[in-house]
């Protein structure tokens, strides 16, 4: 079993920038990808970005694509998500997800919430006008 925890969520306003952290314990050493999704009240979870944990290949949503960038820490098994020109349509809880089972290839399939064994329990964010 792997846990994710993530922090770094809370109220910014328009322009501005928050950094989210995804930290996972556990069995850490059978993770292949995490991957960042989000979901607004009303809405389906949407995909986010997703990244190789020991590659750091990354793969990203179109609506995010040059404002957010994930990276990981694998000493410190922790994934982040950084997020710049937050916009008040980026609001919604942010969930970090783990792939326990494959070999991370492929990332443009991580785009599914199928594709994930592990879910953290959410963090909000919310952007004002």
């Known amino acids: 079993q792997v846990q994710l925890v993530e922090s770094g969520g809370g109220l910014v306003q328009a322009g501005g920038s928050l950094r989210l952290s995804c930290a996972a314990s556990?069995?850490?050493?059978?993770?292949?990808?995490m991957g960042w999704f989000r979901q607004a009240p009303g809405k389906e979870r949407e995909f986010v970005a997703v990244?190789?944990?020991?590659?750091?290949?990354?793969y990203y949503a179109g609506s995010v694509k040059g404002r957010f960038t994930v990276s990981r820490d694998n000493a410190k098994n922790t994934g982040y998500l950084q997020m710049n020109s937050l916009k008040p349509e980026d609001t919604a809880v942010y969930y970090c997800a783990a792939d326990g089972r494959n070999s991370g290839r492929f990332l443009y399939t991580y785009a599914s919430p199928a594709r994930y064994d592990y879910w953290g329990q959410g963090t909000q964010v919310t952007v004002s006008s």
């Open positions: 556990g069995r850490t050493f059978s993770v292949s990808v």
């Open positions: 990244i190789n944990w020991s590659g750091g290949s990354t």
